[in-house]
């Protein structure tokens, strides 16, 4: 069974990056579909965009298309979210998930909260 | 594109049974799968149902998944609910590449 363990909260300033880590263990990490979302406060799932280890090539959503980096590091078996040009509308909290089919999700990492502020 | 609409909240006794909906606007509900998940307050969301009506191992037979294409939704049918069945749950399905969420719709278990 895949857990996924992500890496802790941030605080940044407008304008700046954020790079959140996402550890899988348990499964072939070649086998994951490793799928970034976030939640702002209050507020339901965004979808932002996925990348199959095993082909390497990430999906965006359009909506970040441009300041989004999505990667995997094989030699660790961790996925990787960086989003630049942050605005305080990108104040939420950001999950990693594993996505069955380009389907359903399951399991989500525990999430890590990113705080845009000046 | 189409959209998932949740209604914003519902509520039921422990031990009665409840149905949340989630209506497709824009296609048919039978043209992708249905999933849903269940988030309890800070926690990350977990599946309870995937594909329309299938559960994840481990979910209780409590909890089933169906669709309706007369009303072009998909309802989450929670049995026998119990107060830790109190959560915020999302419907989800898909439109080429992206996933696409409900609303979420808040179950409170008086």
């Known amino acids: 069974q895949v857990q996924l363990v992500q890496s802790e909260g941030e605080v940044r300033q407008p304008g700046s990056s954020v790079k959140v880590s996402c550890k899988t263990s348990?499964?072939?990490?070649?086998?994951?579909?490793i799928t970034w979302l976030r939640q702002a406060p209050g507020q339901g799932f965004e979808w932002m965009g996925r990348?199959?280890?095993?082909?390497?090539?990430?999906t965006y959503a359009q909506t970040f298309q441009g300041r989004l980096t999505i990667s995997v590091d094989k030699s660790t078996n961790t996925g990787y979210m960086e989003l630049d040009s942050l605005t305080s509308d990108d104040t939420a909290m950001y999950y990693c998930?594993?996505?069955?089919?380009?389907?359903?999700?399951?399991?989500w990492g525990q999430g890590t909260q990113v705080i845009v502020s000046s | 594109n189409f959209m998932l609409t949740q209604p914003h909240s519902v509520s039921e006794s422990p031990g009665k049974t409840v149905t949340i909906s989630c209506t497709r606007s824009g296609g048919s509900i039978a043209d992708t799968y249905v999933n849903w998940y269940q988030q309890r307050p800070a926690s990350a969301p977990k599946a309870v149902i995937y594909e329309d009506n299938q559960r994840p191992s481990g979910v209780p037979h409590r909890f089933s998944g169906s669709i309706d294409s007369s009303s072009n939704s998909a309802s989450l049918t929670i049995a026998g609910l119990q107060t830790e069945d109190e959560a915020l749950y999302y419907c989800?399905?898909?439109?080429?590449?992206?996933?696409?969420f409900g609303g979420g719709t808040k179950l409170t278990v008086l």
């Open positions: 989800q399905s898909y439109e080429n590449t992206r996933l696409i």
């Open positions: 998930a594993n996505s069955h089919d380009y389907n359903w999700l399951d399991p």
């Open positions: 348990g499964d072939s990490f070649s086998d994951l579909i």
């Open positions: 990348i199959a280890p095993i082909i390497g090539i990430p």
